[in-house]
C-alpha cells in the first residue's frame, strides 16, 4: 500500500494555509491555523477537528486518501422480486403480485442494514409484547376459569392491548392486502389482513353495539365475547414468519458478496516509465499492465507478460493443483499467484471477468427459483373470494330470511364464517414444520437454508457430484511406487521428497507427507531448479536426481521406457505419475492421487437403490474421472474438462430434458451451478462460496447427508401436507355450519366464541403435528 512507505507522524507547526481545509476523515472544514490536530504523510500536511479522526486517518490512509465507491445504490438503479424476477422497476417499492419488498437487479458488495428486516423485527417484538397478555388475559378466563378482571373492564383492556397491534403491527399488511385487491393477485397478504380485520372489527362492534348480538350470543352477565387476541395473535405469528423470511433471504444474498470479495481491492499498476504504484481495482482498465508479486490475487483477467510462476486456479478448475504459468498464458482474477513474480496486461475488467460473469451467474440462477409460497398464495386466490362470497352469502340470507333480530344473526353468522377461516393455523402449517424439520436435520449434519430446498429434495431424480472434495477428499495422498532394479520402494520416495522438499506444490506436499508416513530420513537438496511443464531437479548426497515426466528424464540423459507400462496403468486408474532418475538413470516412479471418500459408495449405492440417477461432473481431464467412477461404482454419467459456466450448462441441459436436479459441490468453481440446480447442495468441508450458493449444507462432508436429506424432505414435506390438509379442510368444514346451512335441519350455529375456539384448535393441532418431527429418524 502507498502509506507503507511513508510513516505519518505529527506536524505541530504546520506550513500555513490561508482560509479552511476539509478533515479528510469526517469531512468538517477545519481551520489549520486553530486545530491542534495535524499529521503529515508522504510531504503533505492534514488537519483534522478532533484527535480521533487524526487516529483513524493514521491508522489507515488509504482509505481516506483512494476511497473505494460506496456500495450504496445507484439512482435509476433497477429493483426486482426475488419471487417474480418478471417484476422490475426503476428504484425500491413492493412486488405487485406478492407484495414482498423488491431488490437491487444488480449485487452490491457489502451488506448493510435492511431496512424491511429491521422494521419487522421492530413490530413483530412490539406485538408479541402486547399479545402475549391478552392470551394469558383470555386463555385464563376460557380455559381456566380465571378471570382476572371484570368482563367490561377485561373488555376494554383487550381493546387497548390489541388495538396498536392492529394498526400499527399489521399496517403493512393491510397496505399489501389492499394492493393484491387493487391488482386483483390475491395472496397471503389479503388472508392476513381480511382475517385480522374482521376479527378486530367484529371485536369493536361486539364492545361498542352488544345489543345487536342475540341473547343466544351473549355469555354470562350480558356480554358478548371479543376475539381481539385473536387479531393479536395472528399478527405477532406473521410478523415472526415475515422476520425469518426476509433473514433467509439476507443469507442467500451472502453467496454474492462471498463472490465479489474474492476480488483483491486493488491492483499493482506499472507505469510507462516502469514506476509502479497500488490503485483501486475500479480505477484498472483494459491495456493496463499490472504486476502480481508472490502470493497475491490475480486483480482481474488478462495475459502474462513476463515472469514465470504457478497459479493455484482452484476457483475456477476445482482443482488442487496449481498451473504452471509462462509469458503468453491466460490468467484469470481472483486466482491466486504462487511464489513467482509475473507482469500482466489486463483484458477483461469489471463486471466483464470471469468472477463478475460467476457472480451473474449465480444471481441470476438464484431469482430463478420458485418459493414454496406460491402453493399457498395459488390455493388462496382460490379461497380467499369463496370466503369472502359465503360471509356475504350468509348475512344477505340472514338479513332477509333469519329470525329476530335478523340483522344481529346475520352479522354473527358472516363473522362466524370469517372467523373459522382465519389463517392462523394456514401461516403455521408450513413454518412450524419447516422449523421443527429443519432443527431435526441439523441435529443429523444437514443445514437446510430454504423451504423450497426441502420441498423440491424428495422430487429428485437426478444427483449430479462434482469429483474433487465431493467424490474424493480433494487432498492428493501417495498412492504407490514402482522401482527399477538396483533401487528400492523407500530409496525412490526419500529421493523423491528430498526433490519436493521445499516445494509448495500439493503434489510435492503429498510425496513429502508420504515418505513421513513411512518414518524415512529426508535429506536435504541442493542445486534445486523447478522447469516449468516438466518437473524438478537437484542434488542429493552428491547425487543428480530429476523427478517429472517423460520430457524431464530426456533433458538428463535417461529412459522411462522401463515404467511406461506401469505408468499407464496407474493412470488408467485416475492417478499422476512423476518418474525419478538418478545420474542420469531411471530408478523408479511415484504415484499420486485423489482418493475416494470412504463414504461415497455406500451413498452411491443407497441413491441408485432410491432410483436416482448419478453423474459426475469435473473440470478434470476424462481418464481421472472416468477412473474415480469406476472405482466408485453407480456412476451412470461422466461430464469431464468442464468451467464453471459449463458446469452451470450442463444442469441446465438436464432440466431442459424434464428432471429435477440436484448438484452437490464443494468449490468455489461449483458456486453457479449449485445456485442453477433445482437443488444445491454443498460439502461442510469445502469454500464458504458453495456453501452460500447452495439450498442444503451438509456439515460432514459426507454423501451419506444427501441420503439423510432426501429423508428429511419426505417427512417434512409429508407433514406439511398434513398440515394444510388438515387447516383446509377443517375451515371448510366450518363454513358451512358457522353459514347457518344446517339450521333449517338440525338447528346448528356456530357462535363465533367457538369459532374462535375451534380456530385455535386447528392451531394447536398443526403444532402437535409438527412437533412429531423432532423424532423422525433419519
Known sequence: MAHSEHTPHCSHHPAAVQGTVKDPVCGMEVDPARTAHHLSLGGQDYHFCSAGCRAKFAADPDRYLHPVAAPDVPEGAIWTCPMHPEVQQEGPGSCPICGMALEPLEPSLEEGPNPELIDMTRRFRVSAALALPLLVLTMGADLLGLHLLPMRVSTWVQFALATPVVFWGAWPFFQRGAASLRTRNLNMFTLVSLGVGVAYGYSVVAALFPGLFPASFRIMGGAVPVYFEAAAVIVALVLLGQ????????????????????????????????????????????????????????????????????????????????????????????????????????????????????????????????????????????????????????????????????????????????????????????????????????????????????????????????????????????????????????????????????????????????????????????????????????????????????????????????????????????????????????????????????????????????????????????????????????????????????????????????????????????????????????????????MESASVTLVKGDLGGIVRARRLSRAVMGNIRQNLFFSFVFNAAGVPIAAGVFYPLFGWLLNPMIAGAAMAFSSVAVIGNSLRLRNIRL
Open 243 to 690: 422476520v425469518l423470511e426476509l433473514r433467509a433471504r439476507s443469507a442467500t444474498g451472502r453467496a454474492i458478496r462471498a463472490l465479489l470479495g474474492l476480488a483483491p481491492k486493488t491492483a499493482r499498476l506499472v507505469r510507462e516509465d516502469g514506476a509502479e504504484e497500488d490503485i483501486p481495482l475500479e480505477h484498472v482498465h483494459a491495456g493496463q499492465l499490472l504486476r502480481v508479486r508472490p502470493g497475491e490475487k490475480v486483480p482481474v483477467d488478462g495475459v502474462v507478460i513476463e515472469g514465470r510462476s504457478s497459479v493455484d486456479e482452484a476457483m475456477i478448475t476445482g482443482e488442487p493443483v496449481p498451473v504452471e504459468k509462462a509469458p503468453g498464458d491466460a490468467v484469470t482474477g481472483a486466482t491466486v499467484n504462487g511464489t513467482g513474480s509475473l507482469v500482466m496486461r489486463a483484458e477483461r475488467v469489471g463486471r466483464d471477468t470471469m468472477l463478475g460473469q460467476i457472480v451473474r451467474m449465480v444471481a441470476d440462477a438464484q431469482r430463478s427459483r420458485a418459493p414454496i409460497q406460491a402453493l399457498a398464495d395459488k390455493v388462496s386466490a382460490w379461497f380467499v373470494p369463496a370466503v369472502v362470497l359465503t360471509s356475504l352469502a350468509a348475512f344477505v340470507v340472514w338479513a332477509i330470511w333469519g329470525p329476530p333480530p335478523a340483522l344481529g344473526h346475520a352479522l354473527v353468522n358472516a363473522v362466524a364464517v370469517l372467523i373459522i377461516a382465519c389463517p392462523c393455523a394456514l401461516g403455521l402449517a408450513t413454518p412450524m414444520s419447516i422449523m421443527v424439520g429443519t432443527g431435526r436435520g441439523a441435529a443429523a449434519g444437514v443445514l437446510v437454508r430454504n423451504a423450497e430446498a426441502l420441498e423440491v429434495m424428495e422430487k429428485i431424480d437426478t444427483l449430479v457430484v462434482d469429483k474433487t472434495g465431493t467424490l474424493t477428499l480433494g487432498k492428493p495422498r501417495l498412492a504407490g511406487i514402482a522401482t527399477m532394479p538396483g533401487f528400492t520402494d523407500n530409496e525412490v520416495l526419500a529421493l523423491a521428497a528430498a526433490l519436493e522438499k521445499g516445494s509448495e506444490h500439493p503434489l510435492a506436499a503429498a510425496i513429502v507427507e508420504g515418505a513421513a508416513g513411512r518414518g524415512l530420513a529426508v535429506a536435504a537438496s541442493s542445486d534445486f531448479a523447478s522447469h516449468t511443464g516438466m518437473g524438478v531437479t537437484g542434488t542429493v548426497d552428491g547425487r543428480t536426481a530429476a523427478l517429472g515426466n517423460r520430457a524431464l528424464l530426456a533433458t538428463v540423459g535417461a529412459d522411462a521406457d522401463g515404467l511406461l507400462a506401469e505408468a499407464d496403468l496407474r493412470r488408467g486408474e485416475g492417478e499422476g505419475v512423476m518418474f525419478l532418475a538418478v545420474d542420469g538413470r531411471l530408478a523408479g516412479l511415484v504415484a499420486v492421487a485423489d482418493p475416494v471418500k470412504d463414504s461415497a459408495r455406500e451413498a452411491i449405492a443407497a441413491l441408485r437403490r432410491d432410483g436416482v440417477r448419478l453423474v459426475m461432473l469435473t473440470g478434470d481431464n476424462r481418464r481421472t474421472a472416468e477412473a474415480v467412477a469406476r472405482s466408485i461404482g453407480g456412476i451412470d454419467e461422466v461430464v469431464a474438462d468442464v468451467l464453471p459456466e459449463q458446469k452451470k450448462a450442463a444442469i441446465e441441459r438436464l432440466r431442459a430434458e424434464g428432471r429435477r436436479v440436484a448438484m452437490a459441490g464443494d468449490g468455489i468453481n461449483d458456486a453457479p451451478a449449485l445456485a442453477a440446480a433445482d437443488v444445491g447442495i454443498a460439502m461442510g468441508t469445502g469454500t464458504d462460496v458453495a
